[in-house]
């Protein structure tokens, strides 16, 4: 409306316009500009008072709004505060529980440590009178491996924490160790081929460095762990799969005194064989103290088959070479759970490679296992 009858009032002062110059009058001008005064003075005391009452209308709706708004806000944000508290003390509970359930496999773990210790010392440890002789088993010296540092179980620690299982962390041999590999040396695990390769290799150099040095230890070939499922596995016996395997690692098995062969008996325990050649024995070293199951047989045919190979004649084994399956009796360390049968026979291998005792127990096994984490980090052996 305002709009309508403020363009009547500029027709008419156009109007009356026209006429001032059609007339040239002065009192036309004069007239014009009243009229036009008048006109506009009209119009906005008629338009004012409405407009006056659509503003106070908007205002009053604009604040009912913000009352609204601000109550619906409020009661919204009392209610995810209400949540949040309630998520806060459904965390402190079970920040709590976990503590406990911590604390309950601590004491579970250290009970389950000392009752196998226990039955050790109780079942395992054989009289005096049950030892065969001071060959029985093999090894001759005293080994107390060391503790690890407090820096040195720091670094542990971290090397076992959780991350990503495709992450290499360090690599031996051209043969990578990653995250879920190094996790098999955790307690409760089974430890894999990874694993047990790449110490197999950290053996292999100790043993390389001490007859260089002239140490007076046994001259020690180690096999990988899959020598024997090629040799005997590949699904019968067959020479030739492992035909080359002395002549790569340019060594002749007839110039050692001792091959120790990791054996993996059907991807569920691991056992030891040894080809004693300085004592003329074939061994088997099982931390179940199971039988060979004819794989002392199998290494007595490699051995002649390897002999005929490479020195081009045949090997007599006759009476003076013997088979021994160790058994508790002979004081060779005992298993008592169904997960350390890797760690039992890396450990025997690195004791034999040491010329040492076997004298380890179950008890020893979360420690020697952060031990050789550490020892795969640095790629040696410590002392």
């Known amino acids: 409306r305002a709009v309508a009858a403020g363009e009547a009032a500029v027709r008419r002062v156009e109007a009356l316009h026209a006429a001032l110059l059609l007339c040239g009058a002065a009192e036309a001008e004069a007239e014009a500009e009243a009229e036009a005064q008048s006109m506009s003075e009209a119009v906005a005391a008629e338009l004012l008072p409405a407009a006056r009452a659509a503003v106070e209308a908007a205002e009053e709706g604009a604040g009912r709004f913000r009352v609204e708004a601000a109550g619906g806000c409020e009661g919204e944000v009392a209610a995810h505060e209400a949540a949040l508290e309630q998520s806060r003390t459904s965390i402190s509970l079970a920040e709590a529980r976990l503590d406990e359930a911590e604390a309950g496999l601590a004491a579970l773990r250290e009970a389950a440590e000392a009752a196998a210790a226990a039955a050790e010392q109780e079942f395992f440890e054989p009289d005096a009178d049950d030892v065969l002789d001071e060959n029985f088993p093999p090894g001759r010296r005293r080994f107390e491996p060391r503790q690890l540092t407090e820096a040195e179980e720091a670094a542990v620690s971290e090397i076992l924490q959780p991350g990503n299982p495709a992450e290499k962390l360090f690599e031996i041999n051209n043969t990578p160790i990653t995250r879920k590999d190094i996790a098999t040396l955790k307690p409760l695990e089974w430890l894999n081929d990874e694993v047990i390769n790449c110490f197999v290799e950290l053996l292999r150099q100790h043993a390389s460095e001490a007859e260089q040095a002239g140490e007076p230890l046994p001259k020690v070939h180690i096999f990988s762990s899959l020598f024997y499922t090629k040799?005997?596995?590949?699904?019968?016996?067959?020479?030739?799969?492992?035909?080359?395997?002395?002549?790569?690692?340019?060594?002749?098995?007839?110039?050692?005194?001792?091959?120790?062969?990791?054996?993996?008996?059907?991807?569920?325990?691991?056992?030891?064989?040894?080809?004693?050649?300085?004592?003329?024995?074939?061994?088997?070293?099982?931390?179940?103290?199971?039988?060979?199951?004819?794989?002392?047989?199998?290494?007595?045919?490699?051995?002649?088959?390897?002999?005929?190979?490479?020195?081009?004649?045949?090997?007599?084994?006759?009476?003076?070479?013997?088979?021994?399956?160790?058994?508790?009796?002979?004081?060779?360390?005992?298993?008592?759970?169904?997960?350390?049968?890797?760690?039992?026979?890396?450990?025997?291998?690195?004791?034999?490679?040491?010329?040492?005792?076997?004298?380890?127990?179950?008890?020893?096994?979360?420690?020697?296992?952060?031990?050789?984490?550490?020892?795969?980090?640095?790629?040696?052996?410590?002392?």
């Open 231 to 383: 040799l005997a596995e590949s699904p019968e016996y067959t020479y030739g799969n492992v035909r080359r395997w002395t002549k790569r690692a340019k060594v002749d098995l007839f110039s050692r005194d001792l091959v120790i062969v990791p054996i993996n008996q059907g991807n569920s325990h691991w056992t030891l064989g040894l080809i004693n050649l300085r004592q003329k024995r074939f061994e088997f070293i099982d931390s179940m103290h199971g039988s060979d199951g004819g794989r002392l047989a199998v290494l007595r045919r490699y051995l002649k088959d390897e002999h005929q190979d490479k020195k081009g004649a045949p090997l007599d084994l006759g009476e003076d070479w013997v088979d021994i399956s160790y058994t508790a009796a002979d004081g060779t360390p005992r298993q008592t759970n169904g997960f350390d049968c890797g760690m039992f026979m890396s450990r025997t291998a690195e004791y034999l490679v040491r010329d040492a005792v076997l004298d380890f127990t179950q008890a020893d096994m979360p420690n020697l296992r952060r031990r050789m984490v550490f020892e795969l980090s640095q790629k040696a052996l410590t002392d």
